[in-house]
C-alpha cells in the first residue's frame, strides 16, 4: 500500500516569495491533516480537512497560510508571502474516518527561508 | 486546551538495555494515546497506541503503559538495538478535538553499540 506522498521534498525561497506543498493521501482516507514541525520539536496541527470540507483551521495563520482540499482528495497548502520564521518541515497526515482512526504521516517538505 | 510534557529529553542506552520514555497529559478527557518513531529527515511512524480503556499494550520489544489516574503513559523498550537510534514522540488526543494529537517535544534516544 502507497503511503502519504508529499512534493517537494526541499524548498528554498527568499522571504517575501510565495510557495505551495502539495500532498496525496492514502487512498480511501477522507480525513487529511497539514501539521508544522519546528526543528527539535513535535508536530502541531495548522489544518484538518474531512473529504473536503476543513473543520479545523483554528492553528492556521489566515493572513499568509492558505490551504485546499477541492475534490476531497490531493491537497495543497500554500504561504504567501512567506517570513523566516516560517521555515519549518510541513508535513501532511491522513486517517480514515471517523478521524479517531491512526494518523499516517507524509515524508513532509522542509522549507528554508532565508 | 491540552498540553503533553515528554521526559527525558535525550537517552543514551547501551545495546541490549532496556529503555523508558515518559508522557504526561492535562486533559482528563483524552483518550488515545500514540507513539511516533522518527529517524532522522523522515517521516514519523507510528509504532504502537494506546487507548484510554485499556492500561497497557505490547508488541514485541515495545510496550506502552497507560495511568489514567495519574495522567501520564510510558513507552518500553526492551532489548534496544542500534536501529531503535531516532526521536520518539508520544501525543494525546482528546474527545472535544477529534483528530487533533497534541504532540510531545519528543526524546532523542542513542543506542550505543
Known amino acids: 500500500e502507497a503511503g502519504v506522498v508529499q512534493s517537494p521534498r526541499y524548498k528554498i525561497i527568499e522571504k517575501k516569495q510565495p510557495v505551495a506543498f502539495w500532498c496525496n493521501p492514502i487512498s480511501g482516507h477522507n480525513t487529511l491533516y497539514w501539521y508544522r514541525q519546528n526543528l527539535g520539536q513535535g508536530p502541531e496541527l495548522l489544518i484538518r480537512y474531512e473529504n473536503e470540507e476543513a473543520v479545523d483551521d483554528s492553528q492556521l495563520p489566515k493572513d499568509r497560510f492558505s490551504a485546499e482540499r477541492l475534490k476531497g482528495v490531493d491537497s495543497t497548502l500554500k504561504i504567501q508571502p512567506a517570513e523566516l520564521g516560517d521555515s519549518a518541515v510541513y508535513l501532511c497526515?491522513?486517517?480514515?474516518?471517523?478521524?479517531?482512526?491512526?494518523?499516517?504521516f507524509g515524508p513532509g517538505t522542509r522549507l528554508t527561508v532565508t | 486546551g491540552e498540553n503533553v510534557e515528554q521526559h527525558p529529553s535525550t537517552l543514551s542506552v547501551q545495546e541490549g538495555d532496556s529503555a523508558v520514555i515518559k508522557c504526561t497529559y492535562s486533559d482528563s478527557a483524552s483518550n488515545y494515546f500514540p507513539w511516533y518513531k522518527q529517524e532522522l529527515g523522515k517521516r514519523p511512524q507510528l509504532i504502537i497506541d494506546i487507548r484510554s480503556n485499556v492500561g497497557e499494550k505490547k508488541d514485541q520489544r515495545i510496550a506502552v503503559t497507560l495511568n489514567k489516574t495519574a495522567k501520564h503513559f510510558s513507552l518500553h523498550i526492551t532489548e534496544t538495538q542500534p536501529e531503535d537510534s531516532a526521536v520518539y514522540f508520544c501525543a494525546a488526543r482528546t474527545p472535544s478535538n477529534t483528530g487533533k494529537l497534541i504532540f510531545g517535544q519528543g526524546t532523542t534516544l542513542q543506542v550505543k553499540p
Open positions: 497526515a491522513s486517517s480514515l474516518l471517523p478521524p479517531t482512526s491512526e494518523q499516517y
